[in-house]
C-alpha cells in the first residue's frame, strides 16, 4: 500500500464552527447503502483517518439503524487516546426506519430530537456530539422548532454546532435566524452543482460552511465504477437513476474524459474529482466515503493535487454543468429534498 498523506491543511465550518481537516470521512457505506462491508476493514480505515490526521466523523443514527454508530464507538474506544479525542463526530437524525429497513418518513419534533441525541450519544460513547444535524426538513415541523431543540442540546453541552442537510436557501435562512449554524450538508460534485445557482451564495452571505458529500457521485465518478459491475438489491445504486443503462453509459464516458485530464496529471479520477471539489472554496470540506484504507489512501492524495487554471478549463471542458443523466436521487427520495424545491 501507497503510503497515506498525512494531512496538513484544515478548514473551519463556517463562522462559527470547528476548525476541521480539509477531508472528512463519511461513514456510511461501512453500516449501509452500498452492500455488504467489511467490519474489521472499516474499523481500520477509521483508525488509518484518524493517524493520518482526519478530523470529522460522519455518521447518522439511521445507518444501519444504529450500526454505524456503534462501529464508530467501536474505532474510538480503541483507537489511541490522542487520535480519539482529535476526532469531531457529525450526526444525521430524523430518518425513522422500520425492522425491514424500510424509510418511514422524518421526526424533526423536539422531544423527538432529544431521543434520538439521547440514543446517538449512548452508541457512540461519547458525552457530546460536534455536529447535530437533521437528515431531511420534517415538512409537519417549522425549523425554528427543530434548530432550537439542537440549540438547548447546545447549552446543555450535549452537542456543539449546529449543522442543516439538504435544505434549500429559505430553510437555511430560517435555521440561522433561530441559532449559529456551522454548517450545510448536501452533495457537490462535478456531476451534481445544483448547490451553486442559489444554495451556496446564500451560505457564504450568512457564513455557513459546507460539507460535501457525494463527491465521487457514491462511486460513479470515482474512475472504479464499469457498466457490468454487479449490485446488490439493499444498494443504493441499484435504484440510482445515474446508475442506470443509459443514463450510467452517459455517464461513464464522463468519466472517461476525466481519466484522460487525471492521467496527463499523473493522478487518478477520484482524486480529481475530489481535488475539484475542494478548490470550489474554502468553505468547503468533502466527506469522502471510503470504507477501505486502499480508498482511504486515494483519497487522502487529493489533497496534494493542484488543479491551476489550464486543469480546471479542461475539467469544465470534459464535464460541463448539468451533463450527467439522470437525477441525483430517485423521485420518491427527490420529494424529500427541501434543496430541490
Ligand atoms: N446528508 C446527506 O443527505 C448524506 C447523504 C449521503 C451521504 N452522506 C454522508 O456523506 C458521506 C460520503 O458520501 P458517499 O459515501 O455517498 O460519497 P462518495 O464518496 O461519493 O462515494 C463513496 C463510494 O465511492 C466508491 N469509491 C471509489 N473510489 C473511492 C475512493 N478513492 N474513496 C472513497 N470512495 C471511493 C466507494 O464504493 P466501493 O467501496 O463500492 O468501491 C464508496 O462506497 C457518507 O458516508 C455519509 O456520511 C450524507
Not at 93 to 105: E, I, M, T
Not at 164 to 177: F, H, K, N, Q, Y
Request: charged residues 20%.
Amino acid at each position: 500500500m501507497t503510503t497515506t498523506t498525512q494531512i496538513q491543511s484544515f478548514r473551519t465550518l463556517g463562522a462559527t464552527g470547528p476548525r476541521v481537516s480539509a477531508l472528512g470521512l463519511g461513514c456510511m457505506g461501512m453500516s449501509a447503502l452500498y452492500g455488504d462491508a467489511d467490519r474489521a476493514e472499516s474499523i481500520a480505515t477509521v483508525h488509518a483517518a484518524l493517524e493520518a490526521g482526519v478530523t470529522l466523523l460522519d455518521t447518522g443514527d439511521f445507518y444501519g439503524m444504529g450500526h454505524n454508530e456503534l462501529l464508530i464507538g467501536e474505532a474510538l474506544r480503541t483507537a489511541p487516546a490522542a487520535r480519539r479525542e482529535q476526532a469531531l463526530i457529525s450526526v444525521k437524525f430524523g430518518a425513522l426506519r422500520g425492522p425491514d429497513g424500510d424509510w418511514l418518513g422524518y421526526d424533526g419534533r423536539p422531544e423527538a430530537v432529544r431521543n434520538f441525541a439521547a440514543y446517538s450519544l449512548q452508541r457512540l460513547g461519547v458525552d457530546h456530539i460536534d455536529v447535530y444535524r437533521i437528515a431531511r426538513l420534517d415538512p409537519a415541523v417549522p425549523i425554528e422548532e427543530t434548530v432550537g431543540a439542537i440549540a438547548e442540546l447546545v447549552e446543555k453541552g450535549y452537542v456543539r454546532h449546529i449543522g442543516l442537510s439538504e435544505v434549500g436557501a429559505g430553510t437555511i435562512r430560517r435555521a440561522a435566524a433561530t441559532a449559529p449554524v456551522a454548517d450545510l450538508q448536501i452533495e457537490y460534485s462535478l456531476i451534481s452543482r445544483g448547490i451553486e445557482a442559489e444554495i451556496l451564495p446564500t451560505t457564504r452571505e450568512l457564513g455557513i460552511g459546507v460539507t460535501a458529500y457525494g463527491v465521487l457521485s457514491r462511486g460513479l465518478i470515482s474512475g472504479h465504477f464499469s457498466a457490468g459491475r454487479h449490485l446488490a438489491a439493499n444498494d443504493f445504486r441499484a435504484h440510482s437513476p445515474r446508475f442506470q443503462g443509459e443514463n450510467l453509459r452517459h455517464n461513464l464516458k464522463l468519466v472517461e474524459a476525466l481519466r484522460e485530464i487525471a492521467g496527463r496529471k499523473g493522478v487518478t479520477v477520484a482524486q480529481t474529482a475530489i481535488a475539484w471539489v475542494l478548490s470550489r472554496g474554502e468553505d468547503i470540506v468533502p466527506l469522502v466515503g471510503a470504507r477501505t484504507r486502499q480508498r482511504l489512501t486515494e483519497s487522502l492524495g487529493a489533497l496534494d493535487v493542484v488543479l491551476d487554471a489550464a486543469d480546471l478549463a479542461a475539467i469544465e471542458d470534459a464535464v460541463p454543468a448539468g451533463a450527467a443523466a439522470g437525477e441525483r436521487y430517485a423521485a420518491p427520495q427527490m420529494a424529500h429534498l427541501d434543496s430541490e424545491r
